[in-house]
T-cell receptor, first 114, second 109 residues
Framework: DAGVIQSPRHEVTEMGQEVTLRCKPISGHNSLFWYRQTMMRGLELLIYFNNNVPIDDSGMPEDRFSAKMPNASFSTLKIQPSEPRDSAVYFC????????????FGEGSRLTVL | GQNIDQPTEMTATEGAIVQINCTYQTSGFNGLFWYQQHAGEAPTFLSYNVLDGLEEKGRFSSFLSRSKGYSYLLLKELQMKDSASYLCAANNAGNMLTFGGGTRLMVKP
């Protein structure tokens, strides 16, 4: 089975532009997580979906960030407008909550905002 | 709230043993994970403890004490490829993982 698939792998954009990151979780997993990783702050949980419903979005930094999960096989994280401080690696991860809760991570999307 | 503490960096010699400690405070606790992350790559699962005691898996072992809010990852017979960041993560009652800042391990010849 394919793992968690994220796109794009790398994105370089200018301040003020809209950025959309995409994620396809592992088939059969019912939980999806968006994390952001920086040297300063490590891995931070942004938002968590269970059965396509947002459960906890307390980690979303501000209104410029939004996430959707229209169906069990697709999620997006959008930043509008983007700022240089949003530069980070954004990881999507999925899990099956009836198991231990082990997370399976995608390869990440490295975002650079100039 | 959630608080996960682990050392920022450690250095060890090839062939040696190293222990990476982690202390945690969480509201609700449903297990402790260790992940390995090589530079530029995604974190990958190493171990999971939910009961007190030692779990051994090849060269890697993980220990948990729930009463002390303490875990450690033990790496034996270190190899150069073990140079990576090791992330401790606590699973709370809501099945969300909160990660520590990671311990960057450098293995030297």
């Amino acid at each position: 089975d394919a793992g968690v698939i994220q796109s794009p792998r790398h994105e370089v954009t200018e301040m003020g532009q809209e950025v959309t990151l995409r994620c396809k979780p592992i088939s059969g997993h019912n939980s999806l997580f968006w994390y952001r990783q920086t040297m300063m702050r490590g891995l931070e949980l942004l938002i968590y979906f269970n059965n396509n419903v947002p459960i906890d979005d307390s980690g979303m930094p501000e209104d410029r960030f939004s996430a959707k999960m229209p169906n069990a096989s697709f999620s997006t994280l959008k930043i509008q407008p983007s700022e240089p401080r949003d530069s980070a690696v954004y990881f999507c991860a999925s899990s099956f909550t009836r198991n231990t809760g082990e997370l399976f991570f995608g390869e990440g999307s490295r975002l650079t905002v100039l | 709230g959630q608080n996960i503490d682990q050392p920022t960096e450690m250095t060890a010699t090839e062939g040696a043993i190293v222990q990476i400690n982690c202390t945690y405070q969480t509201s609700g606790f449903n297990g402790l994970f260790w992940y390995q992350q090589h530079a530029g790559e995604a974190p990958t699962f190493l171990s999971y403890n939910v009961l007190d005691g030692l779990e051994e898996k090849g060269r890697f072992s993980s220990f948990l004490s729930r009463s002390k809010g303490y875990s450690y990852l033990l790496l034996k017979e270190l190899q150069m490829k073990d140079s990576a960041s090791y992330l401790c993560a606590a699973n709370n009652a809501g099945n969300m993982l909160t990660f520590g800042g990671g311990t960057r391990l450098m293995v030297k010849p």
